[in-house]
C-alpha cells in the first residue's frame, strides 16, 4: 500500500472497520446506528435526536419532498435509506462493500413495513453498473474519504443524477493543502488509516470542490458542520465508556482500541481537520 495521496493505492474488497459485528455499533451509536456527524439544534439535544435532525437536514438540502429515486453510496448501516424510505416514501439504492450491513438493513427495512422501498448493492460504487440518469439524489455521508480517484467518483455521480438531481456530500477535511501535506502521514493518521479502515484520505475541501467542478456540477451550498461533529463523537466515546464490557465481549480491547480512534478524530478538529457538508446540483 502507497501512502494517502498515492495513485496506486489499493482499497481492500470490503472495508474491515464497516464489516464488524453490526452489534458492536449498537453499543456506541444512536437506535438508527448513523456513523456519521449528527446535527444539534439545543444542547438538550440527545444523539439519537441529533442523527434524526440530520436525516432531515440532508433530506431538506436534497429538497427531497417524497417519492424520490435516491442513491446513497456507502450506506453503512441504513439510517438514511431507511429513514428517506419511511418518511419520504423514496425509492432508495444503498451501495457498500461490507456484507453484514447489507444483512442487517434487510432485517430492519421488512421491520419497518418499506422493504419494497428499501434495496441494496455490495459492491464499489466506482466499478458498479448503474442506470444513466436513473436517480433524483445522490448522497455520500462519510464515504468519499475511502474512495481514491474523486474525479471518477464525482464523474460517475453526476452520470446517474437526471437533469437537475442533486448531489450531497459530508465529509471530513484536512482543513487546507498545507495541512493535508504535513498531517496525511502521521502516526495518527497511519493508525486511523490502516488499522481501523484499511485506507482513506482526508482531502481538503478545495480537493473535492475541484473534482465537483471538473465532473461538470454546479455548486449549490456549504456548510460547516465542524462543532457537530465534534459533540457526536464526544457522544460516542461516552458510549463507549458506558458499554466497553460489552464491546469487549466481541474481542478484548476492542473498546479501548475504538476510543483511541474515536479520540485522534476528535483531537484535530478546528485545528488540522474540518467537516463540510457540500450540495451540487447536475444542472445540465
Known sequence: MTGAGGAATAVADTNQHYDLDPEIFGQFLDPLRKYS?????????????????????????????????????????????????SELGCHTL??????????????????????????TEVGHFERMELPARGFDAVT???????????????????????????????????????THE??????????????IFGWGDLRPLSDLVTAAEGAGFSLVSLDDLTADYHRTIEDWIANVEANAAAIDAHGAGMA?????????????????????????????
Open 140 to 178: 455520500m455521508l462519510g464515504s468519499i474519504i475511502h474512495m481514491p480517484d474523486l474525479d471518477e467518483v464525482f464523474r460517475r455521480a453526476r452520470a446517474v443524477l437526471r437533469r437537475g438531481g442533486t448531489l450531497y456530500v459530508s465529509e471530513s477535511c484536512f482543513r487546507n493543502a498545507a
Open 182 to 195: 504535513r498531517f496525511a502521514d502521521r502516526a495518527g493518521t497511519d493508525f486511523v488509516r490502516d488499522d
Open 37 to 85: 456527524s449528527a446535527l444539534y439544534k439545543s444542547e438538550a439535544d440527545t444523539l439519537e435526536q441529533a442523527q434524526r435532525n440530520k436525516l432531515r437536514f440532508v433530506a431538506d438540502r436534497l429538497g427531497l419532498t417524497g417519492g424520490e429515486r435516491l442513491l446513497d453510496i456507502g450506506c453503512g448501516w441504513g439510517s438514511l435509506i431507511l429513514y428517506m424510505a
Open 256 to 284: 479501548a482500541q475504538l476510543r483511541h480512534y474515536l479520540e485522534i478524530a476528535n483531537a484535530g478538529w478546528g485545528y488540522t481537520t474540518k467537516h463540510y457538508a457540500l450540495v451540487c446540483r447536475n444542472s445540465r
Open 94 to 119: 444503498g451501495v457498500s462493500p461490507a456484507p453484514r450491513q447489507h444483512e442487517y438493513i434487510a432485517e430492519q427495512a421488512r421491520a419497518r413495513g418499506v422493504a419494497e422501498l428499501v434495496r
